[in-house]
Nanobody, 125 residues
Framework: QLQLVASGGGLVQAGGSLRLSCAAS????????IGWFRQAPGKEREGVSC????????NYADSVKGRFTISRDNAKNTVYLQMNSLKPEDTAVYYC??????????????????WGQGTQVTVSS
């Protein structure tokens, strides 16, 4: 069963930074686009970013554009989400998942597989 594990969350003050990691166990991420999603209490899961198989194409939600950067290191079988200038509204559980390609529907979580446990990000004001 394909499953990803997100890590790197924590508590940070507004304006701070965190780097999240998305790792796979037992299979390679080389053939998959990877998306990052987040879910705040009482809210629906929302798409944050997606990176293509090659890493050459990246997508961002408007709410994080210019602050978050997605990248991948296939040698380490890991995808990263660098989050800068964090805001209290970024507080959520962050998840990563896989897809054949980001495509035009990259924001739709139902198109992804491999959901695993998320990592909590809390931004204090």
């Amino acid at each position: 069963q394909l499953q990803l594990v997100a890590s790197g969350g924590g508590l940070v003050q507004a304006g701070g930074s965190l780097r999240l990691s998305c790792a796979a166990s037992g299979f390679t991420l080389d053939y998959y686009a990877i998306g990052w999603f987040r879910q705040a209490p009482g809210k629906e899961r929302e798409g944050v970013s997606c990176i293509s198989v090659s890493g050459g194409v990246t997508n961002y939600a408007d709410s994080v554009k210019g602050r978050f950067t997605i990248s991948r290191d296939n040698a380490k079988n890991t995808v990263y989400l660098q989050m800068n200038s964090l805001k209290p509204e970024d507080t959520a559980v962050y998840y990563c998942a896989l897809k054949a390609a980001c495509g035009n529907d990259w924001l739709r979580s139902i198109r992804y597989n491999g959901w695993g446990q998320g990592t909590q990000v809390t931004v204090s004001s």
